[in-house]
Nanobody, 124 residues
Framework: QLQLVESGGGLVQPGGSLRLSCAAS????????IGWFRQAPGKEREGVSC????????NYADSVKGRFTISRDNAKNAVYLQMNSLKPEDTAIYYC?????????????????WGQGTQVTVSS
């Protein structure tokens, strides 16, 4: 069974940091692009960041550039999202997703495998 499991969410004050993890089971991430998405209450899901499997090229939404950093550790079969300088508007359920193929770049569409999500709440 192909599965992604997110962890690392929680409650943090504005300006704080969190590190989300996305662990894969049943498949190896070497052959997948990985994306992080989020969905806030009453809003559509949006792409936050993604990383390609070739050359680990990255892409970020304008709203998180300079604050979030995506990385992958193929040896651990995991992808991470370091989130710094968090704002209340970052509050959402965060999902990781995977798309199979060999890509030198990544975009926020056509993902095939999705995790269940982890809640991030930024509040004082």
């Amino acid at each position: 069974q192909l599965q992604l499991v997110e962890s690392g969410g929680g409650l943090v004050q504005p300006g704080g940091s969190l590190r989300l993890s996305c662990a894969a089971s049943g498949f190896t991430l070497d052959y997948y692009n990985i994306g992080w998405f989020r969905q806030a209450p009453g809003k559509e899901r949006e792409g936050v960041s993604c990383i390609s499997n070739l050359y680990s090229n990255t892409n970020y939404a304008d709203s998180v550039k300079g604050r979030f950093t995506i990385s992958r550790d193929n040896a651990k079969n995991a992808v991470y999202l370091q989130m710094n300088s968090l704002k209340p508007e970052d509050t959402a359920i965060y999902y990781c997703a995977a798309i199979h193929g060999m890509f030198s770049r990544c975009v926020f569409s056509d993902y095939e495998i999705w995790g269940q999500g982890t809640q991030v709440t930024v509040s004082s």
